[in-house]
């Protein structure tokens, strides 16, 4: 990025996206809200993301002592199973901010802002949010069932418990309703007023500061 376009962005982002902002942008409160929620997804996403280590520990400890030793563990199958489960439903709220989930881009980004953010209020309100209400009280007692009985793995010779695994969907879901009320409010924002108040990818704001900028030099 040259200079001049690097100068635009910075411009762009203090200035034009936030412009009178004081006047019709969002209450302190939602901002408030906004900021909690994305801070606590991106807490529990990096915070997870930590468990690639011992999963890539597991996994190349299985592959040694399988086809070198030829002495494969009872155990790695079952541990690797465990946290790679317990980080894909930790880390999908942070996912959710940062617009990593697929989309439909070829149609989503033809849309103007304000078409954005009316859809995507439209479906987090009517079907996001109601669906995740559903899965937190059914994966509760799916994971109160477990953790009561103590359930273990039965078809494993390992038979480790599986209630941490099981905790790990709630614990999920619920990140996710938050996530998801995030992500209302600043689709409510993006409908009413037409402007991206918090530059995160997954709301176009990026590209449409990049083709802002670019024609603006």
């Known amino acids: 990025m040259s ?8 411009s762009f982002r203090r200035g034009s996206v936030h412009q009178d902002t004081h006047k019709s942008g969002p209450p302190a409160l939602a901002n408030k809200i906004v900021s909690l929620i994305d801070k606590t997804s991106g807490f529990f996403g990096k915070s997870v993301a930590l468990l690639i280590f011992p999963m890539s520990y597991v996994l190349v400890h299985e592959v040694i002592s399988r086809y ?7 155990w790695a199958g079952d541990i690797s199973v465990i946290l790679y489960g317990t980080f ?5 709220p942070l996912c959710l901010r940062d617009g990593i989930h697929i989309r439909t881009d070829f149609l989503y980004n033809r849309w103007s802002t304000k078409t954005k953010g009316f859809v995507d209020l439209f479906i987090y309100v009517i079907v996001y949010l109601p669906v995740h209400l559903v899965f937190l009280n059914i994966s509760w007692h799916f994971f ?3 953790f009561g009985q103590g359930e273990r793995i039965v078809t494993s010779p390992w038979m480790p418990v599986i209630w941490p695994l099981k905790f790990a969907l709630p614990l999920g879901i619920f990140l996710m309703l938050l996530q998801g009320i995030s992500e209302t409010i600043k689709s409510y924002y993006m409908w009413r007023h037409g402007e991206y108040y918090w530059l995160k990818t997954g709301h176009g ?6 083709e802002c900028t670019t024609h603006n030099t």
């Open 68 to 74: 070198f030793f030829h002495a494969p563990t009872i």
């Open 144 to 146: 109160y069932k477990s």
């Open 3 to 10: 200079p001049a376009l690097h100068t635009n962005v910075n």
């Open 88 to 92: 894909f439903m930790l880390a999908s």
């Open 205 to 210: 704001a990026d590209e449409e500061i990049l």
